[in-house]
């Protein structure tokens, strides 16, 4: 009953609602808002928190709740209090943003022009009204120190930064999917039909081992309603992903002096692949320079700076290692994760000149050369300075992914899903069978002499074929009896059966030989 395993109670931190970043949703200590409510799916960036739908008009409130005008306004006419607090909130309160887009589009940063998404930190200065990405305003704002806003020059303050999402935070809820949503009239014109948003009768695939522990919950709370059934608790999309990743990947780095062929162990290390290749599609290491080269040791790049200290992650956050005994530095063109200690990987990576057992269960391994060892003796033989930056630039010109397992993976999961669908469809009556599946279905029912086999649906008191006689039914008394003699039976008629029986002399029946027990008449 318990979160991480079927336990009939609760432990201490689940109690207290820390548990993990998210908590637990119910009873004992809230941690704000979140603990009021069920917390809801991630919306996409361009949506409105009320209404589920992108907005055109955006606004947020003070502590980053982003609305489309339209709906909040209207909101707030009624009530005059915020959505998911219950604050006081008036329209004056509201902060208009401004969102800049590419040509296809797509929400981006004005400084990087790096899409906005799910796993981006997203804030806008409370002043000027324009949202940027966290990366942005930590390099040009908060690093040096300099509080001018990076579009319209204007000053503020840092407390006039307003954080519109962030994935390291728990989530905020949508006002559509809260429990108490009856006492707020609902702008979506779609209501979904279960929290998980998948029916009753369908399983979620990314339904992990263990429940969300609301029965426990329920049956030792007082403050929430009676749960009796456990949910599976879903995990992420690319949690699940990352654990059934059986492929490798493989890649080329396209440097001004050759290329050189990668081989990926997404097997083994899929999150720092899935890093990698994200990184490389997003084009973030073209001209990115490899800033550090030790012969005999090993080549450093993966740092836009330049300087070896930058360089994020996919997901804009330091990610934990995943060291493996299987993968070792044990052979030159290894390739690794540069870090700054324990659980602080980002973009920056290094190729080994040589072996280095001293880096095992250091750093992460996560792939090797396979084409272009020349080209890593051209790098080695680039001169160095003192702090051990080449004298000529070596540059990454592009990074090119030729087979990406996890794209692959996701199309599985998606044809898997669509089969299940239309299986579920056919039983159910939803739709009928097509000739091509009508004849797949007699080729397999039936064998290369021309015998038909016996179907999987069968109806009570008949047989496969779906006739009534007992003789050829798989249940019941019938398949005991002789099947000649049945036979002699049926092409007799009715009437002579009883005579016929009564001429024949019956066969005296045969004790079996070996000892038997008898009943107890001699007792």
Not at 66 to 92: C, D, M, W
Not at 173 to 193: C, G, I, Q, R
Not at 244 to 270: Q, S
Not at 399 to 404: N, P
Request: proline share 5%; aromatic share 8%; glycine share 10%.
């Amino acid at each position: 009953m318990g979160r991480s395993a079927d336990k009939p109670f609760l432990s201490q931190g689940e109690w207290a609602n820390s548990y993990d970043n998210d908590g637990m949703q119910f009873g004992g200590k809230q941690m704000g808002v979140q603990g009021k409510k069920e917390t809801a799916e991630n919306l996409p960036v361009n949506c409105c928190m009320l209404s589920l739908k992108p907005f055109v008009t955006p606004v947020c409130t003070p502590d980053g709740y982003v609305f489309e005008t339209e709906n909040i306004k209207k909101y707030l006419a009624e009530n005059r209090k915020h959505p998911f607090s219950s604050k006081p909130l008036a329209t004056g309160d509201l902060v208009k943003l401004h969102y800049h887009t590419n040509a296809e589009g797509d929400l981006i940063d004005p400084i990087s022009f790096k899409q906005l998404s799910r796993h981006t930190k997203i804030v806008t200065n409370k002043k000027s009204g324009h949202v940027y990405s966290w990366a942005s305003i930590d390099e040009f704002n908060k690093q040096p120190n300099t509080w001018v806003d990076l579009i319209t020059g204007e000053p503020f303050a840092e407390t006039d930064i307003i954080v519109l999402q962030d994935p390291d935070a728990p989530k905020k809820l949508s006002k559509a999917s809260s429990e108490d949503s009856n006492t707020v009239k609902t702008l979506a014109s779609a209501p979904s039909s279960d929290k998980s948003g998948v029916s009753k009768d369908e399983k979620p695939y990314n339904a992990a081992s263990y429940t969300k522990g609301l029965a426990a919950a329920s049956f030792t709370s007082t403050a929430m309603e009676p749960v009796t059934a456990n949910e599976r608790q879903l995990i992420s999309d690319e949690e699940y992903m990352f654990g059934r990743i059986k492929e490798k990947g493989y890649a080329r780095i396209v440097t001004n002096l050759g290329e050189i062929n990668l081989e990926l162990h997404c097997d083994r290390a899929p999150r720092t692949c899935y890093n990698f290749i994200q990184l490389a599609k997003s084009g973030y290491y073209k001209g990115v320079k490899f800033h550090r080269s030790i012969r005999n040791f090993m080549i450093q790049g993966g740092d836009p700076t330049g300087t070896g200290r930058g360089g994020r992650s996919y997901w804009g956050r330091d990610f934990a290692d995943e060291i493996s005994k299987k993968l070792k530095h044990s052979a030159r063109g290894v390739l690794s994760m540069a870090n700054r200690g324990p659980g602080t990987n980002g973009s920056q990576f290094f190729i080994l000149y040589r072996a280095t057992g001293s880096l095992d269960g250091k750093h992460t391994v996560f792939g090797r050369v396979v084409g272009g060892l020349s080209v890593l003796d051209k790098m080695e033989a680039v001169a160095t300075d003192d702090s051990d930056r080449p004298v000529t630039d070596i540059v990454i010109e592009d990074v090119t992914v030729f087979v990406d397992p996890f794209v692959e993976f996701g199309k599985r999961i998606e044809r898997k899903r669509e089969h299940e669908r239309d299986q579920r469809d056919l039983q159910s009556g939803k739709r009928k069978r097509t000739a091509a599946e009508e004849m797949r279905e007699q080729d397999e029912t039936t064998t290369w002499l021309g015998t038909k086999l016996p179907t999987k649906q069968k109806h009570a008191g008949g047989s496969a074929g779906g006739k009534g006689n007992p003789a050829e039914s798989s249940m019941g008394v019938g398949k005991y009896m002789n099947a000649r003699q049945l036979e002699t039976l049926a092409s007799e008629p009715s009437e002579d059966k009883s005579s016929s029986q009564h001429a024949r002399p019956s066969k005296k029946k045969q004790k079996a030989a070996g000892y038997t027990f008898g009943d107890f008449a001699g007792w």
